[in-house]
């Protein structure tokens, strides 16, 4: 039977699928539109399968404050392509991730995805992660969220949906926490301070620079100031405080903080896809292989 584009576009509209996808089904079903239903479904369910040895590597950061619970979420979600991840459909999902986050603060991801997406809807984010995937074919997962729970001013920074930042201040205003997470995002501390940094990394630091130190052949008092000043310079640069405020590079966060009578508590900065390795397709390997018969 002839299929018609009013079909067609039923079942786009039931199913997120492609149209040649929904007309082929319809003609392979003679227009019956549960039965065809039921044809992508299984169909769809094999190209899931098929996408899950592929590498996710690109994608989002969304990050949303409830004002009710006085949580800050920050999310990463991840899909195969930047021009996937830059779709308005990707990012609002992932949006809707961050504020399912902020108002329930599920323990893990898997308690996540089984939440609904939107309240008063029965659809949970697994199902519609998957149809998601289903819909514009790419290998696509919620990698992780972290959460911040206080009464204390909360600020926020997103930069390209690449790089997120959320970060707890005690006093000062909403300005400062915002330039706060600016700050952080482009400057990427890895500590607030250095009484956070564990002895460990301070010990393997601190024998690296003695090394280095004792090639300069100088006196062991002359080279313990030295390995002291190094290893001061090293905790300067990857604790917040002691980092050169990027709007101000005279004044460091210490200083900005301190003269507003404000102190930093914690953040978390989220950058798309770090410590992802990401595949590396030798397309020229791939054919010699070929060629001879590998």
């Given amino acids: 039977m002839a299929i018609t584009a009013a079909q067609v576009k039923e079942l786009r509209e039931m199913t997120g699928l492609g149209m040649m996808e929904c007309k082929q089904a319809l003609t392979e079903t003679d227009g019956d539109k549960d039965a065809a239903v039921e044809l992508l479904r299984k169909k769809a369910g094999a190209k899931v399968e ?22 800050a979420a920050i999310v990463e979600v991840n899909t195969e392509t930047d021009f ?34 939107k309240d008063g809807n029965d659809q949970t984010i697994g199902n519609a992660l998957e149809a998601l995937v289903q819909k514009l074919g790419e290998k696509m997962d919620v990698r992780r969220f972290a959460t911040i729970a206080s009464d204390n001013t909360i600020g926020s920074y ?14 000062g205003s909403d300005e400062l926490a915002r ?16 009484d956070e940094v564990p002895e460990d990394v301070k010990a393997k630091e601190r024998e690296i620079f003695v090394a280095q130190a004792k090639e300069s052949g100088k006196p062991d008092n002359i080279i313990e100031k030295m390995v002291d000043g190094r290893l001061n310079k090293f905790l300067a640069e990857i604790c917040l405080t002691g980092q050169p405020f990027v709007k101000d590079p005279d004044t460091t966060i210490d200083k900005l903080v301190g003269a507003a009578g404000a102190s ?18 030798d397309f020229a390997a791939e054919v010699m292989a070929q060629v001879k018969g590998e």
């Fill in 50 to 71: 098929k996408k899950a040895g592929r590498t996710a590597a690109d994608g989002v950061i969304s990050i949303a404050v409830n004002a009710g619970t006085k949580i």
């Fill in 84 to 117: 996937v991840a830059k779709g308005d459909e990707f990012k609002g999902f992932a949006n809707d991730i961050a504020i399912r986050v902020a108002a329930d603060k599920p323990a893990d991801v898997d308690g996540l995805k089984a939440m609904a997406l």
């Fill in 158 to 171: 997103v930069h390209g949906n690449k790089i997120g930042v959320i970060v707890e201040v005690k006093g």
């Fill in 179 to 194: 330039d706060l997470a600016m700050h952080i995002a482009a400057a990427h501390p890895q500590f607030v301070s250095p």
């Fill in 264 to 281: 930093v508590i914690r953040f978390v900065r989220y950058e798309v896809g770090e410590g992802i390795e990401k595949k590396q397709e």
